[in-house]
């Protein structure tokens, strides 16, 4: 039997569904390869609920990092949200650099930390896209006392305004 824990290798993935489909149980497919029945089935069910072999559940290093999906969008908004309200919606034209999105900052940011924060201590928090974390970009909102929010690569689960965006696809 294979140590408590190990993770399974592509070629097991792939005997794992292919005696899966010529209509071996889990227990026997356990038997052949001489894993935990248990760990076979749980693989089936992931497979089965996701369509996929990957198995996304392990940690990195104690972050998660997922699977990331990198596309083009053919409209892109900068919007900002804060527990007292909303920022502006604002449609970007092409792509974004440095420049564009201190100049987005710039018209954006302010308004809402006056109508918001005019005395209340905020941090600002974003994902890491390079415009975002360019040095350019860091300089200007030192210059412009921005405190920021130090935040995991790759992580939106933990971002607000992806909830947000949820919300607002499932209402459209």
């Given at each position: 039997?294979?140590?408590?824990?190990?993770?399974?290798?592509?070629?097991?993935?792939?005997?794992?569904?292919?005696?899966?489909?010529?209509?071996?149980?889990?227990?026997?497919?356990?038997?052949?390869?001489?894993?935990?029945?248990?760990?076979?089935?749980?693989?089936?069910?992931?497979?089965?609920?996701?369509?996929?072999?990957?198995?996304?559940?392990?940690?990195?290093?104690?972050?998660?990092?997922?699977?990331?999906?990198k596309a083009r969008f053919s409209d892109?908004?900068?919007?900002?949200?804060?527990?007292?309200?909303?920022?502006?919606?604002?449609?970007?034209?092409?792509?974004?650099?440095?420049?564009g999105y201190i100049n987005i900052l710039d018209e954006n940011v302010w308004p809402v930390i006056a109508r918001h924060f005019s005395v209340d201590p905020f941090i600002f928090q974003e994902d890491n896209a390079p415009c975002h974390v360019s040095r350019r970009s860091n300089q200007w909102k030192t210059e412009n006392d921005i405190p920021t929010l130090s935040w995991p690569p790759q992580n939106p689960d933990i971002n607000i305004i992806e909830n947000v965006w949820k919300v607002i696809k499932i209402r459209v």
């Amino acid at each position: 039997m294979a140590p408590h824990g190990k993770e399974m290798t592509p070629e097991e993935k792939k005997m794992i569904v292919g005696l899966s489909e010529q209509g071996y149980s889990g227990h026997n497919i356990g038997k052949l390869l001489g894993r935990n029945s248990r760990t076979i089935n749980k693989f089936l069910k992931r497979f089965c609920d996701r369509g996929s072999k990957e198995n996304n559940g392990r940690k990195c290093n104690g972050l998660y990092h997922g699977k990331t999906y990198k596309a083009r969008f053919s409209d892109l908004f900068w919007w900002c949200i804060s527990y007292h309200g909303v920022g502006t919606l604002t449609p970007i034209k092409g792509n974004l650099n440095s420049e564009g999105y201190i100049n987005i900052l710039d018209e954006n940011v302010w308004p809402v930390i006056a109508r918001h924060f005019s005395v209340d201590p905020f941090i600002f928090q974003e994902d890491n896209a390079p415009c975002h974390v360019s040095r350019r970009s860091n300089q200007w909102k030192t210059e412009n006392d921005i405190p920021t929010l130090s935040w995991p690569p790759q992580n939106p689960d933990i971002n607000i305004i992806e909830n947000v965006w949820k919300v607002i696809k499932i209402r459209v």
